[in-house]
């Protein structure tokens, strides 16, 4: 039977719910409260500029690809693709760098260079990372979280001690070099905690970076937003920009409509993919489902400094994705997770889409895009941006042997402030709640409400976790449940 349904936000998982839900049959509008799609996945252009304003890295292409196909399409229907060689470089101390090629005989042969046997143990980690692939992607992530039997299977249970371990204690067990270490343990940094608290289970991300690539979206990751917004209209979702959702009203315990921008619109479903803590704050205290000391406890991702650059010359020895860890990993690390603040001696990347995609920048330039992980929550002022600006700057320079701060024609930052205020962000969050093993599956906020009938949650915040692929995921999660229920 066709319900009309109100879906919150346009970031990756609302988008896809909305797809899935239109497709069922059911009357779907979906309310933006910023002037254009795609959440933290927006962009914008100045100056000839392309940027993209969030996610930049494209992994786990099989799980895009089972998205479209749900709806009889391919990625290619809406973009192309472009595998990146090198899929990122990795710069050290000194300005050494690592390039991870775009194959694993490449990467192999890098890991033989840089330590003993280094190839043969890096086939062993890597096997056992894909095995954890298939069983992720086959028998974990696209399950609701709604209980813990869900992880139990057959191949699971053989895995149960790998929750109770850390990917620290694995790639530390099995390598000796230090940068290769370090390489191995950059990827589930996109889980949002630090790799000494992330179960060993989640090394299968090894598997989506050295075996499954990094790839471009030509014209840039919103090209994807752009597809399924596209999609969703196809569907027949009505689209709204620019539309702020200030109340979720509730009568006997089901929730019956919404204020948009002062007006009222009643749905018989709503579904939030806006932050889940600021959601909740959109009802009655009574109706809320978890308390600000809930929240206030739980470990969440980094937020960022981010900033978008455009420089007038081609920039030299950098590659699309480059990855700047020429200072203590576990210091600033610790100045995220442990003791909240400013680090002193950031970690950061950078990313200049306008070396493989010419036309994200005017010809003979570059665009950029910076990165400095920090703790959420943290103060933001002017003052700190720009004192971080010059620190990653004057590095970026000496790092890549070039002069490049007098050939910036275009600055903009983006912090903790800004993810309040852009997106509603929880303590100005970059990429939600950390899947640490307290916080995995049915251990995280729930897609269903359990004191409101009728009213949904999708993103980052809930099943199945950080970063784009699981977004998607999430939005088919919680489109499912909404059948069920």
């Not at 300005?95 to 890098?110: N, V």
């Not at 086939?123 to 992607?137: E, G, L, P, Q, S």
């Not at 303590?427 to 897609?447: D, E, H, I, S, V």
């Not at 099943?463 to 939005?475: D, E, F, R, T």
């Amino acid at each position: 039977m066709s319900k009309s349904i109100a879906v919150i936000g346009s970031g990756f998982s609302s988008l896809a719910a909305a797809c899935y839900l239109a497709k069922n049959g059911h009357e779907v509008q979906l309310f933006e409260k910023n002037d254009s799609l795609g959440g933290r996945a927006r962009r914008f252009k100045e100056k000839g500029f392309t940027f993209d304003m969030g996610p930049s890295w494209y992994w786990m292409p099989d799980v895009f690809e089972r998205f479209f196909a749900d709806f009889d399409k391919k990625p290619s229907d809406y973009y192309e693709l472009d595998k990146l060689d090198p899929g990122y470089q990795v710069i050290f101390e000194g300005g050494e760098t690592i390039e991870i090629g775009d194959s694993l005989d490449k990467i192999y042969k890098i890991f033989d260079q840089e330590e003993e046997n280094g190839a043969k143990k890096l086939k062993k980690f890597i096997d056992h990372a894909r095995k954890n692939y298939d069983i992720a992607i086959k028998d974990l992530v696209y399950k609701p979280g709604v209980s813990p039997l869900e992880l139990v299977t057959p191949k699971t249970v053989t895995k149960l001690g790998e929750f109770f371990s850390t990917v620290d204690k694995d790639v530390e067990k099995v390598f000796k070099n230090e940068k290769l270490k370090q390489i191995l343990k950059f990827p589930v940094l996109f889980l949002g905690a630090k790799p000494s608290e992330t179960p060993s289970f989640y090394n299968f991300m090894n598997y989506a970076d050295f075996g499954l690539g990094t790839w471009h979206p030509k014209g840039g990751f919103h090209e994807v937003i752009a597809a399924i917004a596209n999609l969703a209209k196809s569907l027949g979702v009505e689209l709204h920009t620019n539309a702020n959702i200030e109340k979720i009203n509730v009568e006997n315990h089901t929730a019956k409509s919404l204020k948009v921008n002062g007006e009222i619109k009643t749905f018989d479903i709503i579904l939030s993919g806006a932050d889940y803590h600021h959601t909740e704050t959109l009802l009655d205290e009574k109706h809320r489902q978890y308390s600000e000391s809930y929240w206030d406890k739980k470990v969440f991702a980094p937020s960022s400094l981010l900033f978008y650059l455009g420089f007038d010359k081609k920039l030299e020895n950098v590659k699309h994705h480059n990855l700047f860890f020429d200072v203590d990993f576990e210091a600033h690390a610790q100045d995220i997770y442990t003791t909240p603040q400013w680090p002193k001696d950031p970690l950061f990347y950078a990313n200049f889409t306008s070396i493989t995609d010419p036309g994200t920048a005017p010809k003979g330039q570059e665009n950029g895009f910076f990165l400095v992980p920090i703790a959420p929550g943290i103060e933001d002022t002017e003052e700190l941006r720009e004192e971080y600006f010059n620190k990653i700057i004057t590095r970026f320079e000496t790092l890549t042997n070039q002069n490049v701060r007098k050939n910036i024609i275009f600055k903009k930052s983006f912090c903790v402030n800004d993810f309040v205020e852009d997106y509603n962000s929880y303590k100005g969050n970059a990429y939600g709640m950390a899947n640490t093993l307290l916080q995995t599956a049915f251990l995280r906020p729930k897609l269903k409400s359990k004191k409101v009938k009728n009213l949904f949650f999708t993103g980052q915040l809930t099943v199945p976790g950080p970063g784009v692929p699981p977004a998607l995921i999430s939005g088919k999660l919680v489109s499912e449940l909404i059948e069920k229920n």
